[in-house]
T-cell receptor, first 110, second 117 residues
Framework: RKEVEQDPGPFNVPEGATVAFNCTYS??????FFWYRQDCRKEPKLLMS???SGNEDGRFTAQLNRASQYISLLIRDSKLSDSATYLC???????????FGSGTQLTVLP | NAGVTQTPKFRVLKTGQSMTLLCAQD?????MYWYRQDPGMGLRLIHY???????AKGEVPDGYNVSRLKKQNFLLGLESAAPSQTSVYFC????????????????FGPGTRLTVL
């Protein structure tokens, strides 16, 4: 079983839609969680960190539920530029090693 | 600041050939990492380093060696390339101490696309 699991999608949504991605993790020792965005053939870039208290950055909201070992990302009012692969990432270890999910592909349609 | 840079961007090798991938960062980060990404998969950690002169194995270290002789550079070597090592290789770095919440993660280079025939 993979340590971080995501629905690979693809998710095809119209512009302006709200879309939610979910992620589960199996390593309870994971210290922190993140959502990264990866555009085609590019490096991953940090989208936002995920906290138990929940955090919001503009149209993006991330939530962590440690009891259920579940992480979510909500995108409101989707834009064409949101089309990308979204990677759920856990961090553990003294060297802050990252464990990546396989990614969820999102395409926002005009 | 250039951030994290990787050399080369592309490379084609024949089975059995050797090569070294170079990663450089100018952010004075203590930690550096090498990952590989295969189609439809997330990144997997190959090796990492917590400081100059130190290296450690990650999830998929077989067939690779690394060296960190200078704090700003992290080299990944393939001694005898195999087709299974065809992949996109990403280098990353991060600070060791506490960082502001929003920047407390890893910074990635643009990747090296390696094909082994």
């Amino acid at each position: 079983r993979k340590e971080v699991e995501q629905d690979p999608g693809p998710f095809n949504v119209p512009e302006g839609a709200t879309v939610a991605f979910n992620c589960t993790y199996s390593n309870s020792a994971s210290q922190s969680f993140f959502w990264y965005r990866q555009d085609c053939r590019k490096e991953p870039k940090l989208l936002m960190s995920v906290y138990s208290s929940g955090n919001e950055d503009g149209r993006f909201t991330a939530q962590l539920n440690r009891a259920s070992q579940y992480i979510s990302l909500l995108i409101r009012d989707s834009k064409l530029s949101d089309s990308a692969t979204y990677l759920c990432v856990g961090r553990e270890g003294s060297a802050r090693q990252l464990t990546f999910g396989s990614g969820t592909q999102l395409t926002v349609l005009p | 600041n250039a951030g994290v840079t990787q050399t080369p961007k592309f490379r084609v090798l024949k089975t059995g050939q050797s090569m070294t991938l170079l990663c450089a960062q100018d952010m004075n980060h203590e930690y550096m990492y090498w990952y590989r990404q295969d189609p439809g998969m997330g990144l997997r950690l190959i090796h990492y380093s917590v400081g100059e002169g130190t290296t450690a194995k990650g999830e998929v270290p077989d067939g690779y060696n690394v060296s960190r002789l200078k704090k700003q550079n992290f080299l990944l070597g393939l001694e005898s390339a195999a087709p299974s090592q065809t992949s996109v290789y990403f280098c990353a770095s991060s600070p060791a101490g506490l960082a502001p919440r929003d920047t407390d993660t890893q910074y990635f280079g643009p990747g090296t696309r390696l094909t082994v025939l």
